[in-house]
């Protein structure tokens, strides 16, 4: 199927949250000093944008058009924190390790974003595909950019993965040489720099591929199914 | 003059169907009851989960809490649940709850948290202390420091915080609580050092409340 196959591509790479939307950069920036921790807050935010996608894309029918935003709004805040709820009643262990990052997901604009252009014109199944996708495009720009500052950083990758993957995963914790790195890859700055060298590589990337058969950009376009007329 | 005609009225023969219809007019129309829908809808869901998860979340909550004084109090000096046997003790006002560790109805050690001013926010200690004021453990029950550098303090990161079991008030001596870059025997963390300074002091602090409740905290009562 072409239109799932295009919401795939479109979320995890042509139309990445992080790298074309250019949105959610606040949680981009804030949680990627380690790879560990970007892993953990693109886990969450794409459980969460999954349900919240389906959810809106099932009530659409209800939902008048004057209303839509805070009616989205409402969804997701409650979405969210009966997650928070459960998750700490019933999955304490895991909790305790992304429970930081949960209430940060509320005040994510990428599942409003998604709710609006994506989910409130879609069915069910295509809206949780989009919630997928776009989830993957999240937990990868988060993953690549917590690993580049760590190796910088810290000179390890994916430390503390046993802590949020169970022990069996303790394997990917890797020291890559001994000693601190440049502090500066773990303080803000550093995130700031890591954000806008992978946004360069990715353009250059696109324009790269983009050059022996050209077609009309769509970097900037919401994903072509949702503007389809 | 005219102020009760252009006053909404429903008309007394109608169906209820017409009647109904009418009030959603006069509250807003449709959109005001789609939004009073979902919101009626989410606070329903949002009691009906809480009032579920409540006492699970209750007790993870002290399965954390006995996890963590475990980790302080070393279950071969106490018999008794220390989770469960508290004293509330008012230090300038403020409250501290007191865990009491017994062996026999002896009192042979407390735990109490204590909170310091961190780098990013309050950094959140639990300290043991036996009868003599000597340290049993300190873990960070919960901090708001930097991932990657200050969150070394973390005794699943790194052992540094173990560094402080044993030691007391005058081991080393007072002036000496302090991190190496301020003269004394404690390591900071390349990067941090805001942030073992302040568990540091906060450790002391925390001794220094305990030598002056000292007869209090150690108070013989039936628990």
Known sequence: MSQARDIIFDGVWRNN?????????????AVTSAATQGLGMGLATMAVLVASNALVALLRGLI?????????????????????????????????????????????????GRAESFACKNSVALSALDGLAMGAGFTLALTLMGALREIGGSGTVFSGAANLLGPAMGVLETRLYSGDGALVMILPAGGFIVLGLMIAAKRTLDAHKKAPRPQPASVHSSSPAAAAP | MNTTDTTPTIPPVASLSQRLARVIELVGGKHAVVLGGFSLAATLLLT??????????????????RHSLEQVIPASIHDNNPAGDTLQLQVDGSPV????????????????????????????????????????????????????????????????????????????????????????????????TITPRAVVNGVRDGLRLFAAHRETLLQEATP
């Not at chain 1, 949250?17 to 920036?29: G, I, N, T």
């Not at chain 2, 009906?48 to 809490?65: F, G, M, N, R």
Request: charged residues 20%; contains cysteine.
């Open chain 1, 17 to 29: 949250v992080v790298f074309s939307q250019m949105l959610s950069l606040c949680p981009a920036l």
């Open chain 1, 64 to 112: 008048t058009d004057e209303v839509r935003i805070p009616a989205f709004v409402l969804i997701i805040a409650t979405l969210v924190t009966i997650v928070d709820l459960v998750m700490n009643a019933w999955l304490h262990e895991l909790h305790k390790v992304l429970g930081l990052f949960i209430p940060l997901i509320v005040v994510n604009c990428l599942i409003l």
């Open chain 2, 48 to 65: 009906v989960a809480y009032s579920l998860t409540k006492e699970p979340i209750e007790q993870s909550a002290l399965e954390d809490l």
């Open chain 2, 97 to 192: 709850l007191v865990y009491r560790a017994r062996q026999a109805k002896q009192i042979t050690g407390i735990a109490f948290e204590t909170s310091t001013r961190g780098y990013g926010g309050d950094i959140r200690v639990l300290l043991g202390i036996d009868q003599n004021g000597k340290l049993l453990g300190v873990r960070v029950l919960h901090h708001t420091e930097t991932p990657g550098l200050g969150d070394k303090i973390e005794v699943t990161r790194s052992s540094w915080i173990t560094r402080f079991t044993g030691l007391s008030l005058g081991d080393p001596p007072d002036a000496q609580w302090a991190v190496k870059k301020d003269g004394g025997p404690f390591d900071q963390f390349a990067g941090a």
